[in-house]
Every structure is written in structure tokens, then in C-alpha cells.
């Protein structure tokens, strides 16, 4: 049986999530936590944070969300660049996704001592962008009830983030959502520039009726 790339990082990501939720230790570790990271020089927190999540509930919706939208991406990398490539761009472009969505957010509180954050948001939102940008109207269904063209829900989920950035009192850095979007979005643009065009074209002939 041969496993996906996103099928491999799921599964790294589960194991160390669910070790990290009966071990504060682990956790508090591999949390991303600017003022220790500035202090420290402790900068694989950019990384480390990306695998590890609050709860169950937090682990699965990041997940599902990019296994559902990843697979669409890799494969999409591969068919542009090969397969052994391809794999290698899309690693890469996953844990970039993580780390640069993370950067505004050290910035903001490299010295704020109290602010904490974990989980894979900057990788996905870059996924899920990436994915609709190359396909705006595919629906994207939320919990099987909602159900809209991924251009629509983008930026549905993009006002969400940033209110909820606002808040800030979950330890979930809903700001690495906007900006691992707009990575996601730049990226895919960069790698195929022909994609936005074809973005406006479909955006064009969408019709909600």
C-alpha cells in the first residue's frame, strides 16, 4: 500500500498531537511561543508548533481540511513538475505554509509573554487556498449541511480568522490562517501563472442560480 505525502503528514502530525495532549511538557516545548523563541534563539518552534494541537476537535479539522484539499495539491504539483519533484515542492510548500504564516505573529509579540499558539493553521489555509485559486468553484462543504463555491467560503473563513485573531484568547493563531492563505495563494501563482487567469475565467461564468 503506498501512502500519500499527505497521508504521511497526517500521520506524523496525529502521533505528536495526541502525545502532546497528555503531556503539558511536550507541549509547552514544542508551542509557539515568540518571546521564548526571541529570547532563546529556540526557532524550531516555527516548525515544531505546526504538529502539534489543542484537542481532538482541533487536530481533526485541521486534518480532514488537508487531507481534502492536500491530495488535490500534490497531485496537482506532480503532474506540473513530476513526481519526485513535485513531492519535494509540496513538502516544502506545506511547512513554508507554517512558518511564514507564523512570522507576522512573532513580530507582533516577541515580547508579549503570555501569548502562546500551536497547530497546523498556516499550512492548511495555504493548502485550501492553493487549491482554490487552481479550482474556485468546486464546492467546499462545511460539516455536510453548508455548501458553497471555495472562492465564496475563502472568504467567508478569512473574515472569520480575522475576527477571531482579534480575539486571541484560544491559543490557536487564527492570524497564521490569513497569511498562510495569502502564501498559499502567492505560491500557486508563482509556480503557475496561468492559474490566474483560468481563476477569473471560472469566477466569471459562476452563476448562484
Known amino acids: 500500500m503506498n501512502l500519500s505525502i499527505t497521508?504521511?503528514?497526517?500521520?506524523?502530525?496525529?502521533?505528536?498531537?495526541?502525545?502532546?495532549?497528555n503531556n503539558p511538557a511536550f507541549?509547552?516545548?514544542?508551542?509557539?511561543?515568540?518571546?521564548?523563541?526571541?529570547?532563546?534563539?529556540?526557532?524550531?518552534?516555527?516548525?515544531?508548533s505546526g504538529l502539534i494541537h489543542k484537542d481532538y476537535?482541533?487536530?481533526?479539522f485541521n486534518m480532514f481540511t488537508f487531507y481534502?484539499?492536500?491530495?488535490?495539491?500534490?497531485?496537482?504539483?506532480?503532474?506540473?513538475?513530476?513526481?519526485?519533484?513535485?513531492?519535494?515542492?509540496?513538502?516544502?510548500?506545506?511547512?513554508l505554509g507554517i512558518v511564514l504564516s507564523d512570522i507576522p505573529t512573532f513580530l507582533k509579540n516577541q515580547d508579549n509573554?503570555?501569548?502562546r499558539a500551536l497547530g497546523a493553521s498556516g499550512g492548511t489555509a495555504a493548502t485550501v487556498f492553493a487549491s482554490i485559486i487552481i479550482m474556485p468553484l468546486s464546492d467546499i462543504c462545511l460539516f455536510g449541511i453548508l455548501?458553497?463555491?471555495?472562492?465564496?467560503?475563502?472568504?467567508?473563513?478569512?473574515?472569520?480568522?480575522?475576527?477571531?485573531?482579534?480575539?486571541?484568547?484560544d491559543a490557536i493563531n487564527h492570524d497564521a490562517h490569513l497569511y498562510g492563505a495569502i502564501f498559499g495563494i502567492v505560491f500557486i501563482l508563482v509556480v503557475s501563472p496561468e492559474s490566474a487567469l483560468q481563476f477569473f475565467e471560472q469566477i466569471k461564468s459562476y452563476r448562484p442560480f
Request: hydrophobic content about 50%; charged content about 10%; aromatic content about 24%.
Open 7 to 21: 497521508a504521511v503528514l497526517i500521520i506524523i502530525t496525529a502521533i505528536t498531537s495526541i502525545i502532546g495532549f
Open 27 to 48: 507541549i509547552n516545548r514544542w508551542m509557539f511561543v515568540p518571546y521564548i523563541i526571541k529570547r532563546r534563539s529556540q526557532w524550531d518552534r516555527f516548525i515544531t
Open 57 to 60: 476537535m482541533h487536530l481533526l
Open 68 to 95: 481534502f484539499f492536500g491530495g488535490f495539491v500534490e497531485q496537482f504539483l506532480g503532474y506540473k513538475f513530476g513526481v519526485l519533484i513535485g513531492g519535494i515542492v509540496y513538502v516544502l510548500f506545506y511547512f
Open 113 to 115: 509573554s503570555h501569548y
Open 147 to 169: 455548501c458553497l463555491p471555495g472562492f465564496i467560503l475563502g472568504g467567508l473563513f478569512l473574515i472569520y480568522s480575522y475576527f477571531k485573531g482579534k480575539n486571541g484568547e
